[in-house]
Structures are given as C-alpha cells and as structure tokens.
C-alpha cells in the first residue's frame, strides 16, 4: 500500500489525522502531512477509512498490486481483495 495526498486540495478539515494519526497528521495550517506513506498492516484500514472521509479527496491510497487507487466499500480507497471479493470484481453498489 502506498498513501499520498495532494497538499494542493486540502481543505484543513482534518478528518484524515482523527481517523489515521499514525498515517497523517496536519502541519501548522491544517494542511495534511503523510507521516508513514507505506503504513503497515494494522494502520492499512484506518489509512483507507481516512481518505474515504476526506472531504476534498486530496488523499489516495494505492494497493501494492495496482497501479490505480484502489475501488470498493470505502469509496475509490479500498481494494476489492480486501472486501472479500476477487480481484477485479467489486461487491459494493455503484
């Protein structure tokens, strides 16, 4: 996994420190900060939680074994492996 944010779009909401403080945090203006941008297995849900919650979607989550951020359950941050389902398929509504 590999977690990146886009310090151009965010907003300062700070939901991605609160959900994940392990991953983000936010600097002196708010702005967000990836502190671990390959957390390991037990920040991992936490980290794909936080970028489905972040209000100007300036952060992504990437799986190891693909090249584009990952879609499923937690909107466009959680790989279908990891919902349970084959890769390639998803289980949640669209």
Same mark, same amino acid.
């Given at each position: 996994m590999r977690v990146t944010a886009d310090r151009t779009v965010c907003i300062g909401a700070g939901m991605c420190a609160l959900t994940a403080p392990?991953?983000?945090?936010?600097? #002196?203006?708010?702005?967000?900060?990836? /502190?671990?941008?390959?957390?390991?297995?037990?920040?991992?849900?936490?980290?794909?939680?936080?970028?489905? /919650?972040?209000?100007?979607?300036? /952060?992504?989550?990437? #799986?190891?074994?693909?090249?584009?951020?990952? #879609?499923?359950?937690?909107?466009?941050v959680r790989a279908a492996s990891d919902a349970g389902a084959q890769p390639g398929t998803s289980s949640a509504p669209r």
């Open positions: 392990g991953v983000f945090d936010q600097d #002196e203006d708010g702005i967000v900060t990836v /502190l671990e941008p390959h957390p390991d297995a037990e920040a991992r849900t936490a980290a794909r939680e936080a970028a489905a /919650l972040c209000p100007s979607r300036a /952060l992504q989550v990437t #799986e190891a074994d693909q090249q584009q951020p990952c #879609e499923g359950e937690f909107g466009s």
